[in-house]
C-alpha cells in the first residue's frame, strides 16, 4: 500500500442514497506517498474535477442541491454519467481511495460503476479520514465531532468552497496529510 498513489475522492449527489439519488461532481487529488527524514510526505501530482449531469433530477433532494450549489446553468457543459467514469477510472488506476466518509462515496462511485459498465481500477484498499481523526483525536477533549469542516476547523485548514467536489478532496488531502504527522 505504501507505494501506491493514493486519490483523495469527494463527490457530490443529488441526496444521501446511491440507489436514488446521483452523483453530480467528482473531485480527485492524486498524491504519491513516500518517506522523508523519518516522516511520511505527499506531493500531488494530479487534480481534476469533474461536473456529471444528473438524469433524474426530478428524484433529487431539494436540499442536497442546495447545499452543493447546483443550478441547471452551471451543468449544461457537464460530462454525462458514462464519460465522467470513464476519465474517472482512467485517472485513478492503481490509486488506493482516501476519503472521509469512504463508505458514503464509495458506494456512490460503485453504483455509477455498475450502471456504465466502467471498470475500477483502483486498487481494493481505501482510506477513511473519519476513522483515522477518530483513532487519532479519541483522547483530545477538545474533540467532539469528526465532520469533514470541525476537523479541518481544529487543524486551521481553510476550506473555502466546502460541499463543491474539489475543495473538499483537497482539504481532505490537507487533514490525512495533519493526522498522519500527529
Same mark, same amino acid.
Given at each position: ?6 486519490? @483523495?475522492?469527494?463527490? /457530490? ?25 523519518? $516522516? ?7 487534480? @481534476? /474535477? ?10 433529487? %433532494?431539494? =436540499? ?5 450549489? !447546483?443550478?441547471? #446553468? ?13 476519465? @474517472? ?15 458514503? %462515496? !464509495?458506494?456512490? *462511485?460503485? $453504483? #455509477? @460503476? !455498475? ?10 484498499? $481505501? ?9 487519532? &483525536?479519541? *483522547?483530545?477533549? %477538545?474533540?467532539?465531532?469528526? =465532520?469533514?469542516? !470541525? ?8 476550506? /473555502?468552497? #466546502?460541499?463543491? #467536489? &474539489? ?11 495533519? &493526522?498522519?504527522? &500527529?
Amino acid at each position: 500500500m505504501k507505494k501506491h498513489k493514493l486519490a @483523495f475522492i469527494d463527490i /457530490e449527489s443529488t441526496g444521501l442514497d446511491p440507489e436514488r439519488h446521483e452523483i453530480i461532481q467528482i473531485g480527485v487529488v492524486v498524491a504519491t506517498q513516500e518517506w522523508v527524514d523519518g $516522516k511520511p510526505s505527499f506531493q500531488v501530482v494530479e487534480e @481534476f /474535477e469533474i461536473k456529471v449531469k444528473p438524469e433524474r433530477i426530478e428524484d433529487a %433532494d431539494k =436540499s442536497a442541491l442546495k447545499i452543493n450549489g !447546483y443550478n441547471e #446553468a452551471d451543468w449544461t457543459e457537464a460530462s454525462t454519467l458514462p464519460e465522467a467514469m470513464k476519465i @474517472f477510472s482512467d485517472k485513478t488506476a492503481d490509486t488506493i481511495m482516501v476519503a472521509h466518509n469512504v463508505v458514503f %462515496d !464509495y458506494c456512490f *462511485l460503485n $453504483k #455509477a @460503476f !455498475y450502471i456504465t459498465g466502467e471498470d475500477n481500477r483502483m486498487h481494493y484498499h $481505501k482510506l477513511d479520514t473519519i476513522s483515522i481523526a477518530f483513532a487519532k &483525536l479519541y *483522547l483530545n477533549e %477538545d474533540v467532539d465531532r469528526f =465532520s469533514l469542516q !470541525y476537523i479541518c476547523d481544529h487543524f486551521g485548514i481553510v476550506n /473555502e468552497k #466546502a460541499h463543491t #467536489a &474539489l475543495s473538499d478532496s483537497r482539504a481532505t488531502f490537507e487533514l490525512y496529510q495533519k &493526522l498522519m504527522n &500527529l
